[in-house]
């Protein structure tokens, strides 16, 4: 064998240099240390609390693990070799993707890219121009993108003792929740627990049991697509420790029972103290019927109609329109062109008016006008129907102005529930648990908005190639002065510092999901007193890894759900679940 020859780095230069780095990093650190204040005494035992649910970690299921990854192994081979077979050799591999826009392009189809906003109107576009091939191409692409790949990182990350530890960051979001690291368990492939449930259940028996190749055919023969099947066990690999079970509680639509309750929608937290109580519908249901003026109970006999009241409500309480609907509707298999009979047979009228005054417009997301104009009208439905909450956003918003343009003047909002602050170089926004968000470097800015407007009341945005020949028809020019925050931070996606403009719905955004942090925190800390020992928690979720005989899922659910007495008025309630594998 030849010897290999290291080369160290050890000169006195060299380590003088290191040195002088060092000694760098520790002045910083220490400049940094001075500027920021300490930890409230509430917040430590938070931070506590996250060094020991990370120091414990939880256990993963290394044979079913490794058997996964061989069967997806075997399934890419195949996926491959089929998107050779339809491409005439002309893409090798599903993942070269800049070869499958050439083909697509190929066959007659403008493609640019095939990245995961373009596929549906392409395989729309695949359907039209009869061309099967494409479509199927395009689906394989899908199927070999799932997100399995976490399966190579659990192996990369475990511990000699079968645990993976360090997978939360303390704080990672603005808001003060949790992020994800290592695992990432916080975006785990997503599943509904009663439709998925037995075929996991399933999935996990047959990987177990077969080899990896008979395990591929099988599950490739009862569910078609074998890597969205391994997609959907990501959270069974996460089991207990022999003798113990899981036990998790789940805060139930927290972030919808808060919205109200912050804003004093009072019809709405009715409904939901009904529906807790066994005596009223769901509020998908019930979000339906006020935008629509349908009785829920019969919404709920209409799966159709309840699912877009579920994507309304996940997706309009924070200002969102039409892009943020898609994006919602596209987790839950809802697609815009089903949406517009729908819409056209309970709001006709509503759904014309869109179509006439804003024919004009030009950001439509790529949308036919009747889909368009049926997304906004159920968004407009669903912003009818919570005018509180409405009103909430331009409240908070103008709070948010008032206060940094007045510094060191305390603006109170939502009836007392929060208010802003600026000082210090932060604007300063108080929760209703007294905990506080900061936002950097804010000051107030002046925008001016131009627009078209017609005869009828319809407008466009401005366009100097079209305003000549609108103005020449009796169009008209508006424009209004208005002020915003804007605040410096850290932009995840781009990982840089950036500037970001508030506006009233992110504002809502942050309150809201900061007030389900501390509603979750506060339950934890109680669970940790009764003697539960969490080992992760997942959004609105803990999960707890306990002796089998100790506890229950039910007493979880009440630990989590006891409330706080600055949270008076606000119903909570909480979905609980136990096994030996992490099963929601």
Same mark, same amino acid.
């Given at each position: ?222 569910? &078609?697509?074998? #890597?969205?099947?391994? *997609?959907? =066990?990501?959270?069974? /690999?996460?089991?207990?420790? @022999? +003798? ?121 997301? &790529?949308?036919? #006008?009747?889909?368009? *104009?049926? =997304?906004?009208?159920? /968004?407009?439905?669903?912003? @009818? +129907? ?134 979750? /925190? ?63």
């Amino acid at each position: 064998m030849n010897a290999v020859a290291y080369e160290w780095w050890d000169s006195p230069e060299n380590l003088s240099r290191v040195m002088s780095y060092c000694d760098q990093d520790v002045v910083t650190e220490t400049e940094i240390d001075g500027l920021l204040p300490h930890l409230t005494a509430a917040e430590r035992k938070v931070w506590e609390l996250d060094q020991r649910i990370n120091d414990r970690g939880f256990r993963l299921d290394i044979p079913l693990i490794e058997r996964a990854l061989a069967v997806r192994d075997i399934a890419k081979r195949g996926l491959d070799a089929r998107m050779r077979e339809i491409t005439g050799g002309a893409v090798g591999k599903c993942s070269e993707v800049a070869k499958l826009a050439a083909w697509i392009r190929s066959q007659g189809i403008a493609c640019d890219s095939i990245g995961k906003g373009v596929q549906e109107e392409l395989m729309l576009h695949a359907d039209a121009d009869n061309l099967p091939l494409v479509r199927e191409a395009i689906e394989l692409r899908q199927a070999a993108a799932k997100p399995v790949s976490k399966f190579a990182t659990m192996l990369e990350c475990v511990c000699a003792d079968g645990r993976a530890r360090g997978q939360l960051a303390y704080h990672g979001a603005s808001s003060g929740r949790w992020a994800g690291r290592l695992i990432q368990p916080q975006n785990l492939y997503r599943v509904d627990p009663e439709r998925d449930g037995d075929d996991i259940a399933r999935t996990v028996d047959i990987l177990l049991t077969h080899s990896a190749q008979d395990a591929c055919d099988m599950i490739g023969m009862l569910f &078609g697509n074998v #890597m969205v099947a391994l *997609a959907k =066990i990501m959270r069974a /690999v996460i089991v207990a420790a @022999e +003798g113990n079970t899981l036990k998790g509680a789940d805060l139930a639509n927290i972030e919808g029972r808060l919205q109200a309750w912050i804003a004093g929608e009072e019809w709405k937290l009715e409904a939901f103290r009904a529906y807790d109580a066994g005596t009223g519908p769901d509020l998908y249901c019930v979000a339906y019927g006020k935008a629509f003026g349908e009785d829920p109970g019969a919404v709920k006999k209409q799966k159709s109609k309840r699912q877009i009241g579920k994507v309304m409500e996940l997706s309009a309480g924070y200002q969102g329109s039409v892009g943020s609907f898609l994006n919602m509707g596209k987790n839950y298999g809802l697609k815009p062109a089903a949406l517009v009979p729908v819409i056209q047979q309970v709001a006709l009228d509503r759904w014309l008016w869109w179509c006439d005054r804003y024919k004009g417009a030009r950001d439509k997301h &790529g949308l036919p #006008m009747d889909q368009w *104009a049926a =997304i906004k009208t159920i /968004v407009q439905g669903w912003r @009818e +129907g919570h005018p509180k909450i409405v009103q909430a956003w331009w409240d908070v918003q103008d709070a948010a102005i008032e206060a940094v343009a007045n510094p060191g003047q305390v603006v109170t909002v939502l009836d007392g529930k929060v208010s802003y602050l600026a000082a210090r170089g932060f604007l300063w926004c108080r929760l209703p648990s007294g905990r506080v968000l900061a936002y950097c470097n804010p000051r107030v800015v002046q925008t001016r908005e131009v627009w078209l407007e017609g005869p009828n009341g319809e407008t466009i945005e401005w366009d100097e190639g079209v305003a000549e020949v609108m103005l020449s028809i009796g169009w008209v020019r508006k424009e209004r002065l208005r002020r915003r925050v804007d605040y410096d931070g850290y932009e995840g996606e781009t990982r840089r510092w950036t500037s970001f403009a508030l506006y009233g719905g992110m504002q809502f955004n942050h309150i809201v999901q900061g007030t389900a942090r501390d509603v979750l /925190v506060e339950g934890m800390l109680r669970a940790e007193a009764a003697g539960y020992v969490i080992v992760l928690t997942v959004h609105d979720e803990v999960v707890d890894e306990s002796p089998a005989w100790f506890g229950s899922a039910r007493e979880l659910e009440e630990l989590l759900t006891a409330g706080e007495p600055w949270l008076a008025g606000c119903p909570l309630a909480a979905s609980g679940w136990e096994g030996v594998r992490y099963g929601k």
